[in-house]
């Protein structure tokens, strides 16, 4: 079958196929790659629905190869010897204690980021490999144990908890700040607004003063939080704040507040898992979170056992 213009397959994928290949088992080679025997046999469907052919009989003891199996092992083993030979290649770590984390550039580095060390050594060692990414990706398919996103509610097929809101406020450099000054607040709209994915959060902080906002061609819009701070600490405009993402570079008096007036964004962050029993590491990780995020145990104890 013809793949050239089909979507390559992640190496996780392949992966999973070997690891299934070496063990015979869908149990196993989750056992040996810190996945789920869920993820691991929906890595094999996504392959043999790609490759349109059976790669593995299943029989009670476990599995084993076809022909055409055989032949695929034979050669992805040889591509994974040749990966092997780059003494530069990136060796990710692999163990019980490592834990999957997913999240947004923004996220990972204002929020994540600065608690990382206290997420992976209190109160025992983990090991976080975060993932930054700003896809909604498939977390079991892709064997990632949590995500922590923005977003404005639950995503199918996801077990979801709401980590945090957020009341936001506008802010900028202080040089811009002195100019804006103090008054009414559609004395901002003389300046550039500056948005990030989308113009909800001036449409609800201008909403609550009673000032009706649409887009203008002088505005700008930057799709990753961390160039909104960057273009609002240069005097590009004036952007909002959005706590605890800015509580350093406030702090720092990079950017300072030029309203006291806040209101709440329709965004809000959210902790989520792959559907399933979550390994004792991403459980614990995720108790870690919460207790980073202020969230009451007895929702986060429902978000590990809940699967609706």
Not at 50 to 79: D, P, S
Not at 198 to 216: E, F, H, I, T
Not at 286 to 295: P, V
């Amino acid at each position: 079958m013809d793949h050239s213009s089909n979507q390559m397959l992640p190496l996780e994928t392949l992966r999973a196929f070997d690891a299934a290949a070496r063990t015979g088992s869908f149990s196993a080679a989750a056992e040996k790659l810190n996945l789920t025997h869920g993820a691991v046999s929906r890595q094999i469907a996504k392959l043999e629905d790609w490759l349109g052919l059976k790669v593995f009989e299943r029989n009670a003891r476990g599995v084993t190869l076809t022909n055409e199996g055989n032949r695929l092992h034979l050669r992805t083993t040889e591509a994974f010897a040749l990966i092997s030979v780059n003494s530069d290649r990136w060796v990710e770590p692999r163990g019980t204690a490592v834990v999957r984390l997913a999240s947004i550039p923004s996220v990972s580095g204002l929020w994540l980021m600065p608690r990382m060390a206290a997420l992976e050594n209190s109160p025992t060692r983990l090991r976080i490999v975060l993932d930054v990414d700003n896809r909604q990706a498939d977390l079991a398919d892709e064997g990632i144990d949590l995500s922590v996103r923005c977003g404005r509610g639950r995503i199918p097929g996801r077990v979801s908890v709401q980590l945090f809101e957020e009341h936001i406020f506008p802010i900028a450099s202080p040089e811009l700040a002195k100019e804006i000054g103090q008054g009414d607040p559609a004395r901002l709209l003389k300046f550039p607004l500056i948005n990030d994915s989308d113009a909800s959060g001036w449409r609800a902080w201008l909403a609550a003063q009673d000032v009706d906002y649409r887009p203008r061609p002088q505005d700008r819009r930057f799709e990753d939080y961390n160039l909104v701070l960057d273009a609002a600490a240069h005097g590009l405009g004036v952007a909002l704040a959005r706590p605890p993402l800015t509580q350093d570079q406030l702090k720092s008096g990079r950017i300072v507040a030029v309203d006291e007036r806040v209101a709440l964004n329709p965004v809000s962050y959210w902790l989520d898992r792959p559907v399933g029993r979550p390994r004792a590491a991403a459980a614990d990780l995720a108790r870690r979170i919460a207790e980073q995020a202020g969230l009451a145990p007895e929702k986060l104890e429902a978000f590990l056992q809940d699967d609706e």
